[in-house]
């Protein structure tokens, strides 16, 4: 297993490669959305992403942050990546930066801090922020539980749609309406990715709107009947609490994927395979993928792709 080498996934139209072995690192890259979540390890393919959101500071989400500025520069990428992190970790953050500097012999009295924006949790609903260097994508910071400050990220398709009572109009009135100031048209977000580091089940109760996103990325760090309490101790979510979730709330899932990451360093691949499919109900197995470093053929399919195949 190497922390460097992603899981091609894709995805309601979208191409993912990630990573996530809890406690050894978790990143995941989507190049289509110049996009990547946590820095675990920092891959050479996520050097050209211009975005990086970071859920938290645990080291196995966060260590390659300052290595991603720093490759880009070396191999000569000049735009300046935008890192995004929860508010409560951005003081810390900069003298992390700072601390890392001086350790490698820096002299400067202030090293250079690459671009930093603190974000805070905002509610579901709520208008979502525009990506630094995207139009066409926006975010929305949600809080996460686990035990260290933490956020959860949607990012939304978004895009300028007439307002329904325009509609019927000629292009010629509309264009006039236009010119006279009238706001014609009103931001439409459509939610298309959710990635959540590390949290404990709560969240993905409480976080309704979530479960709306196209593609879905959560963690299972446990998946052992008999340590669901363990699970919530430690911060986080049990595969049953998963399970539980889609059982009760079957029909508020609108996702069209599920992923499932950040399995714990004990869970063989297979094991986790091999529970998925016990647990997680039936109907559900077409839209659940796991991020976990399974035989090549079988990575990248579907709970129920997998089953067909007599696994
Ligand atoms: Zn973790
Ligand atoms: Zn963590």
Known sequence: MNALTGIDLELAKTKLSGFSV???ATWMIAPDLDLCFDMGECPLS????????LTHAHGDHSRCLLRHDALRRMIGINK???YYLPEEIYETAIDW?????????SRAKNPKVPKLIPLVSQPAGSEPIRLHYRDNLSVRPFKVDHGVPSL???IYDSRLKLKQKYHGLKGAKLAQLKREGVRIEAPLHTPRLTFIGDCTADTLWRENEIWESKILVIESTFIATGEEALARKRGHTHLNEVAQIMREQADMIECE???LKHFSMKVKP????EAALKVIPARFHDRVYLLTHLPKSMQGQSLAELAWQGI
Request: hydrophobic share 55%; glycine share 16%.
């Open 152 to 154: 959860g990220y949607t």
């Open 22 to 24: 809890s406690g050894l």
């Open 46 to 53: 996520a050097l050209p992403m211009n975005h990086v959101f």
């Open 97 to 105: 930066i700072k601390a890392g500097a001086w350790f490698e012999g």
């Open 270 to 273: 297979l094991e986790a395979l």
């Open 257 to 259: 994927a599920i992923v």
């Open 80 to 82: 300046e990546g935008v």
